[in-house]
């Protein structure tokens, strides 16, 4: 599929894989770390400048472990939890010098004028699913093809080639090596024909780094061979409580273990596709809405050369070949 006009950004995960691949040498004047900052406009102006999209939007995590998730698995995420805090779910583990990156994040995107959204009580991911859905409900002839950008594997169930929605995966710590995940692209390194059939192969298989516990016994390749049989997930589960001979015993048996499990999964693992998400204006504007601003937050944070190569590739000037 060609690049889609509309591009959903998982800012979070991009932002993090950014702060990994960029060595926290890169610091303000003032000896403050900004590789993340860095790292992360460098792969905004390289996918801007790859992909020209007309709309942009920084999907955020208001919430980063939602209550309704946490609620159905209580170990959803748990290991990422650095502390308990009354009233909330807990707060994320960040690394020390990542956490003062994010607020000088925000205000660069403000003064680009690239939105930022995100959904009180939701993830990130759910903005996406919710925006995704959108767009997919807007009658053909206006509807954008649309790209999402992360790189976590959770948003392969968006992938939907008759709808024109595809996911630039970041295979790496950096923007340079970048798969197109598209429904040929699942069913070759999932033996999955859909993101919806992905998102049904990762209720079965779990997710330790999300504390997702899966059908104990059923990894990713049974997953996809009951899911290619019985045609979903429902229909794996209508054939356990049948008794169908295509399940062996075994994994009749563990499918029948794992029904409390399975019975709240799908709502965890499914992003959302009706989040709170408010009216915005995502068109990806061709200079910065605060140029001054701008300037201001470059020169004090020493952000110059890729705070140009962002404005240089909204305006549509190529200085990324090569």
């Keep these: 599929m060609p690049s889609g006009d509309l591009m959903l950004l998982d800012t979070a995960s ?5 702060f990994f691949g960029v060595p926290d040498s890169v610091r303000a004047p003032d000896g403050t770390p900004v590789n993340a900052v860095r790292g992360l ?12 999209p007309g709309r942009l ?45 994010i607020p000088v994040i925000i205000e660069v995107l403000a003064a680009l004028g690239i939105a930022r959204v995100g959904a009180p009580g939701y993830e990130a991911d759910d903005v996406i699913g919710t925006l995704v859905a959108r767009e997919v409900a807007r009658p053909e002839a206006v509807r954008a093809g649309v790209d999402v950008v992360t790189g976590d594997r959770d948003l392969f169930q968006l992938v939907d080639d008759d709808a024109g929605v595809q996911v630039l995966y970041t295979v790496s710590r950096g923007i340079k090596d970048i798969a197109v995940v598209d429904d040929a692209w699942l069913a070759e390194r999932y033996a999955v024909t859909s993101g919806a059939g992905y998102a049904d192969l990762a209720v079965l298989r779990g997710d330790p780094s999300d504390g997702l516990p899966g059908v104990p016994g059923i990894g990713e390749k049974t997953a996809a ?21 295509g399940l062996t015993a075994t994994q009749r048996r563990r499918l029948q273990e794992a029904a409390a499990y399975l019975e709240v999964a799908p709502m965890v693992v499914r ?5 709170p998400v408010g009216e915005f204006d995502d068109r990806l504007p061709a200079t910065p809405v605060d140029p001054e601003g701008l300037v201001e ?11 140009r190569r962002v404005v240089d590739a909204m305006s549509g000037v190529d200085t990324l070949s090569g």
């Design 57 to 101: 939007v920084a999907c955020w995590d208001d919430d980063w472990r939602p209550e309704f998730r946490v609620a159905a698995i209580p170990s959803y995420k748990a290991q990422r939890v650095a502390q308990e805090v009354p009233g909330t779910t807990g707060i994320e583990v960040v690394p020390e010098t990542l956490t003062p990156q």
């Design 225 to 245: 061979a009951l899911i290619h049989r019985y045609g979903d997930l429902a229909g794996v589960l209508a054939a356990r409580d049948a008794g169908d001979p």
């Design 14 to 18: 991009l932002y993090f894989r950014a």
């Design 297 to 307: 937050l470059a020169q004090r944070w020493g952000l110059a050369s890729s705070v």
């Design 271 to 275: 992003v959302a596709s009706d989040a």
């Design 41 to 52: 406009l460098d792969m905004i102006a390289r996918l801007v400048d790859d992909h020209r």
